[in-house]
């Protein structure tokens, strides 16, 4: 579905969620086989996209100026958002541009507050690198227990969320970010022998799978406590996916089909009257 985001931006919330390292293979699977319930309740199926980056920060650094994953049967398709940039062909009337350098900040010029949920290491606030993508956000956040270390990072984060939304004026538009650090190395501790605390420690497609399932178990609330606001424009996706072994190659910041192709979805949740 094609969004006129020029009647969007000003009238919904925004929320983007980034699936950190979550494989388009592994998605489709999950999602395919009635493992996401909460997702299922707004998207049937996964669309592939090409990332444009093969790590957290290059992807994330190219989505904030505008540059979401593009779909694989259409480089050239129209983008959501977009900065000023001379040379750019994915833009159409329904694309909303931005004066600013990224889409964040255009945001908050249109009356946004921002809102930056962290998750892995590029947004930790601990050191100068670490501060980078956060410091585009007016309100960032980022602890221990939303983190990859922690199990339960997904609730501490839409948790951590709701707590500074509902601190805001109702009336203030937002939008959220939140990089979901679930699935993201070491996600062991997802496996179903997790009871023994999985004395292996391994991450493998089983826990990556097992890690996306716990995410979407989480998810539902946050979709709840929007529709509590007011219609909202969700845009997921992943900023790339990971090796467990594909053709000997392990983890990612390399050129694999497996990292290179993420899985996509948007789409507008009505308010509840």
């Given at each position: 579905?094609?969004?006129?985001?020029?009647?969007?931006?000003?009238?919904?919330?925004?929320?983007?969620?980034?699936?950190?390292?979550?494989?388009?293979?592994?998605?489709?699977?999950?999602?395919?086989?009635?493992?996401?319930?909460?997702?299922?309740?707004?998207?049937?199926?996964?669309?592939?996209?090409?990332?444009?980056?093969?790590?957290?920060?290059?992807?994330?650094?190219?989505?904030?100026?505008?540059?979401?994953?593009?779909?694989?049967?259409?480089?050239?398709?129209?983008?959501?958002m977009a900065v000023d940039f001379h040379g750019s062909r994915s833009i159409s009337a329904q694309t909303?541009?931005?004066?600013?350098?990224?889409i964040v900040e255009g945001l908050a010029e249109a009356g946004y507050h921002t809102v930056c949920i962290?998750?892995?290491?590029?947004?930790?606030?601990?050191?100068?690198?670490?501060?980078?993508?956060?410091?585009?956000?007016?309100?960032?956040?980022?602890?221990?227990?939303?983190?990859?270390?922690?199990?339960?990072?997904?609730?501490?984060?839409?948790?951590?969320?709701?707590?500074?939304?509902?601190?805001?004026?109702?009336?203030?538009?937002?939008?959220?970010?939140?990089?979901?650090?679930?699935?993201?190395?070491?996600?062991?501790?997802?496996?179903?022998?997790?009871?023994?605390?999985?004395?292996?420690?391994?991450?493998?497609?089983?826990?990556?799978?097992?890690?996306?399932?716990?995410?979407?178990?989480?998810?539902?609330?946050?979709?709840?406590?929007?529709?509590?606001?007011?219609?909202?424009?969700?845009?997921?996706?992943?900023?790339?996916?990971?090796?467990?072994?594909?053709?000997?190659?392990?983890?990612?910041?390399?050129?694999?089909?497996?990292?290179?192709?993420?899985?996509?979805?948007?789409?507008?949740?009505?308010?509840?009257?």
């Amino acid at each position: 579905m094609i969004h006129d985001m020029n009647a969007i931006v000003g009238s919904h919330d925004i929320v983007l969620l980034t699936l950190d390292t979550l494989r388009f293979d592994v998605a489709q699977q999950e999602l395919a086989a009635g493992r996401l319930p909460n997702l299922a309740r707004f998207i049937s199926q996964w669309e592939p996209r090409h990332t444009p980056g093969s790590f957290t920060y290059a992807a994330h650094h190219a989505m904030f100026a505008g540059f979401f994953p593009t779909p694989v049967s259409d480089p050239l398709a129209p983008r959501l958002m977009a900065v000023d940039f001379h040379g750019s062909r994915s833009i159409s009337a329904q694309t909303k541009c931005f004066s600013k350098a990224t889409i964040v900040e255009g945001l908050a010029e249109a009356g946004y507050h921002t809102v930056c949920i962290g998750g892995v290491g590029f947004f930790n606030q601990q050191t100068e690198l670490g501060c980078t993508l956060p410091s585009l956000f007016q309100t960032r956040y980022w602890g221990e227990e939303t983190g990859v270390t922690d199990p339960k990072s997904t609730q501490h984060q839409i948790e951590q969320a709701k707590a500074i939304l509902g601190s805001r004026e109702r009336d203030e538009v937002a939008f959220l970010f939140i990089n979901i650090s679930a699935i993201h190395q070491p996600n062991y501790f997802y496996a179903d022998d997790a009871a023994t605390n999985n004395p292996t420690r391994q991450d493998s497609l089983a826990t990556h799978a097992a890690a996306l399932r716990y995410v979407d178990s989480q998810l539902g609330s946050l979709f709840d406590y929007f529709a509590t606001r007011r219609d909202t424009l969700f845009i997921l996706t992943s900023d790339h996916g990971t090796c467990y072994g594909d053709d000997g190659f392990e983890g990612h910041r390399l050129a694999h089909e497996v990292v290179w192709t993420v899985p996509y979805a948007d789409f507008v949740q009505e308010a509840r009257q």
